[in-house]
């Protein structure tokens, strides 16, 4: 979907950013869509402004560039705390009987509670794959990027060895 809007030819060629004298009067209500959905082109449109006139700003106006990043940094705040609830407290989740809704139970998200879990303890909940060898003892752990550019022989001395392989597809931080 293109936007039809017109870049805001009242941003001044100057680098401040600012018309003299005159704030601009979106950019309170895009800071507040900002801070609500963390979507730069939501916001635009809930305050009927190009996108471009937005980036030009931020560029041009280093306060508006951290009052964004700020807006952005709110709205993922706010998305980690309802993540949060939902793994451990769960969400409502209507029960029906013969189609007719009969009560509500709360659902806990399992997936979500390991992936909070793998990123804010990787060290104790990273993935890990372990190849055992020789009397099935692991004598240490190489890291599967590590794995990719060894020789067979070399992986097979390794699996001989009994060597923990970590495994982090992901890169999950």
Not at 25 to 31: G, I, K, P, S, T
Request: glycine share 8%; proline share 6%.
């Amino acid at each position: 979907m293109s936007d039809k809007r017109k870049p805001d030819e009242t941003i001044p060629k100057d680098g401040t950013g600012r018309p003299p004298g005159k704030p601009f009067q979106w950019v309170e209500a895009f800071l507040e869509a900002l801070r609500k959905n963390a979507n730069v082109s939501e916001s635009c449109r809930a305050v009927d402004v190009n996108r471009m006139t937005v980036y030009e700003h931020r560029k041009r106006d280093p306060e508006f560039a951290k009052r964004w990043a700020d807006a952005i940094e709110e709205a993922v705040d706010e998305l980690e705390l309802k993540a949060w609830q939902r793994a451990k407290v769960g969400r409502k989740v209507p029960v029906y009987h013969q189609g007719i809704k009969t009560a509500e139970h709360l659902e806990v998200d399992n997936g979500l509670l390991k992936f909070l879990l793998k990123a804010y303890r990787p060290d104790k909940f990273k993935e890990r794959q372990h190849i055992t060898g020789g009397l099935g003892v692991l004598t240490g752990e190489i890291p599967a990027e590590r794995l990719k550019g060894m020789s067979d022989e070399d992986l097979r001395r390794i699996a001989g060895e009994g060597v923990a392989v970590e495994d982090d597809p992901g890169g999950d931080e």
